[in-house]
């Protein structure tokens, strides 16, 4: 079988530095929010080219602390995609705010800037926009549309890496929440999170939300919740974080050749405008044809293909008290109807590349 997505052989590649960074964990005797965490805290915040960053236990807690930090909740209002993967809305959900969705746009697959205006009202308190499979969101673009003061939070859960510009995805909101699930690109063995941000009071703020609001052990300042990264985790993260780089490259290798030479009859890609680079988290393109008999044929062949996302979120059973209907974001549910995501990681082989190329240039109707 070709997985569409294969982990064995990145543990395998860096094998000797994360069994050391393991090693160095077990023997310390300390496990959660030590030596490890923070050290990795630091690196991430570096790398990010932002002043603080807060290790949590997953991306989800992240975004619902991030939301709690900014006092957002019942009655409050946050605007984000249709056309992304469930924890961001749940996120919002668990906050006690209410999603409100803008569609995204057909080529890129993010959320159309053009229709946020029309969204806002009295009681939008925040942004949401999702760096959907590793695009990037111009988020200078959306500050300019919400104004200085909305806040932002960058959805950065996929996009470890990506940039505009010069400017890392996560860095440019006001908060930024990245996921190292294992098969992100900086991914852990088991859950972990990143919230990043620039403001010294919101890092304080998150810093006592993520766990139970201790100041010390004997007091507690705010009502939090437990959502730490574990030291083993952070261990792991901080040696993939110095490969995180090359294995992005692999990975933009890897969707230009799949861009090349893959049978344009079949497929768009995502478009990745000007001045953004892609950290490919996925390599997601619209079929042009029976998308339903390629699968099975792929599936006959023992590749394995995915859909992200099968259902837009306002038509999933969970947001129907939201009210709304199909048909209220028409783009997303086109995109719902024809994305195939391909064989896709960093360490691909050449070998596997070329299959799953000339298996899906031989697709008949
Ligand atoms: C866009 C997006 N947001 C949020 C999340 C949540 O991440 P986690 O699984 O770390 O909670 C994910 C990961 O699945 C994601 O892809």
């Not at 960074?21 to 050290?39: C, D, F, I, K, P």
């Not at 960058?154 to 006001?174: P, R």
Request: hydrophobic share 40%; with cysteine; net charge negative.
């Amino acid at each position: 079988m070709i997985w569409r997505c294969d982990l064995v052989p990145q543990y395998e590649l860096y094998k000797k530095e994360i069994d050391e960074a393991m090693q160095r964990v077990l023997v310390s005797g300390r496990y959660t929010n030590a030596t490890e965490v923070n050290a990795f805290e630091k690196e991430f915040a570096k790398y990010i080219g932002v002043d603080f960053s807060v290790g949590v236990a997953n991306a989800t807690d992240g975004l619902t602390l991030s939301l709690m930090a900014l006092g957002i909740g019942k009655g409050d209002e946050v605007i984000t995609t249709p056309f992304t993967a469930i924890p961001t809305v749940s996120a919002i959900i668990d906050s006690g705010a209410t999603p409100v969705f803008v569609d995204v746009k057909e080529d890129t697959f993010l959320i159309d800037l053009d229709k946020i205006k029309a969204a806002i009202t009295q009681k939008t308190k925040a942004v949401m926009p999702v760096h959907l499979f590793g695009n990037v969101v111009d988020i200078f673009k959306l500050r300019e549309i919400v104004g200085k003061d909305m806040p932002i939070i960058e959805d950065a859960s996929q996009s470890h890496g990506s940039k505009l510009g010069e400017h890392q995805s996560g860095s440019m909101g006001d908060i930024g929440v990245f996921s190292f699930y294992p098969t992100k690109n900086l991914g852990a063995i088991g859950d972990g999170g990143m919230i990043v941000t620039k403001n010294a009071e919101i890092n304080e703020k998150l810093r006592l939300l993520r766990m139970y609001g201790m100041t010390d052990y004997n007091h507690i300042k705010i009502n939090g919740i437990n959502s730490r990264l574990d030291e083993l985790q952070a261990a792991i993260l901080r040696v993939k974080l110095t490969h995180l780089d090359e294995m992005n490259h692999k990975r933009n290798l890897i969707a230009k050749k799949y861009i090349s030479q893959l049978r344009t009859d079949l497929f768009e890609h995502q478009v990745i405008e000007e001045g953004i680079y892609s950290n490919y988290h996925v390599f997601v393109s619209k079929f042009k044809s029976d998308r339903k008999k390629f699968i099975e044929y792929m599936d006959e062949r023992k590749i394995q293909t995915n859909i992200y996302y099968l259902m837009p979120l306002h038509m999933q059973e969970a947001t129907r008290f939201l009210g709304y209907k199909k048909g209220d974001f028409p783009i997303a549910e086109s995109l719902s109807d024809k994305v195939i995501a391909l064989t896709f990681y960093p360490e691909l082989q050449n070998e596997l590349q070329e299959e799953v190329i000339s298996v899906t240039n031989k697709f008949m109707l």
